[in-house]
Each structure stands twice: as structure tokens, then as C-alpha cells.
């Protein structure tokens, strides 16, 4: 985490060094052993391969040890109407995402998990293009 995080100098630009980690480092995978100990926590960090609840999980873990609070959501990707207008919504959209506290902010959702399908984005304020300054107060 230090290592990752090590030209950072706000909270925010420490959450996004995560985020950022993960998303380039790390490649997005089914195919993982099963488990929910220390010992699979460590796999998939050596093996940098796996799916949205392992980099969620990371993730959170990792910024708790830079003291920013957070927590891991579960919910769906954003999906779209069919032609009819009906919502199929399907455990194939099941996701999981990190949220960090930032103090007049709140929680804030970040995406590490890198998703070559195309379920997942980038929430804006987290690419350049679209960064805010948070910082901690």
C-alpha cells in the first residue's frame, strides 16, 4: 500500500493511486480459487487476477491501513431498457465496489476492478478528464 500510494499527498490522489493500481496491474478473472480467508486475499494480490469482490475487498483493505474509512458495496451494473422497455436484470450484473469516506463528501464509490466487457466505467470524477479536488479536511 505504501509502495502504491507513495507520491501521493491527499487522501483522494492516495484513494485514486489504488484505484489506478488495480485497473492496470491487475487483470479481471472468473477463473480463481474459491475461498474467503487471509490466505485467498494474498493469492489474488500475488497472482493479481481475479473478480470485482476480490479487488473491492483489496481495495477497502488497503485504504483502511492509510486511515480512510471504508466499505465494499454489492449492487449491478447499470444496464439498459430493451427495445420493449422491460429491464432484464440478471446475477451476470451482480457487482462489487469499494467506497471510501471523504468528510463533506461522504462515500465515495471508486472502481478497481477492470472490466474488459464493458459492465463497468470509471466513475467520472475519477479520470482525468473529470477529477475533483477532494481533499481531506
Same mark, same amino acid.
Given at each position: 500500500?505504501?509502495?502504491?500510494?507513495?507520491?501521493?499527498?491527499?487522501?483522494?490522489?492516495r484513494a485514486l493511486a489504488l484505484q489506478n493500481w488495480f485497473r492496470t496491474e491487475f487483470t479481471y478473472s472468473l477463473d480463481t480459487v474459491e475461498g474467503n480467508a487471509t490466505e485467498a486475499l494474498e493469492d489474488f494480490l500475488r497472482d493479481r487476477s481475479g473478480y470485482c469482490e476480490q479487488f473491492a475487498?483489496?481495495? %477497502?483493505?488497503?485504504?483502511?491501513? =492509510?486511515d480512510i474509512p471504508s466499505r465494499v458495496q454489492v449492487g449491478l451494473t447499470p444496464r439498459e431498457q430493451d427495445?420493449?422497455?422491460?429491464?432484464?436484470?440478471t446475477v451476470r450484473y %451482480?457487482?462489487?465496489?469499494?467506497? =471510501?469516506w471523504f468528510p463533506g463528501y461522504g462515500w465515495v464509490p471508486f472502481e478497481p476492478t477492470p472490466r474488459a466487457d464493458g459492465t463497468v466505467t470509471l466513475p467520472i470524477y475519477t479520470t482525468p478528464a473529470?477529477?475533483?479536488n477532494i481533499a481531506r479536511q
Open positions: 500500500t505504501e509502495s502504491v500510494t507513495a507520491d501521493a499527498t491527499t487522501d483522494y490522489a475487498a483489496s481495495m %477497502a483493505l488497503m485504504a483502511r491501513t =492509510l427495445d420493449d422497455g422491460t429491464w432484464v436484470v %451482480a457487482h462489487a465496489w469499494p467506497e =471510501l473529470g477529477r475533483v
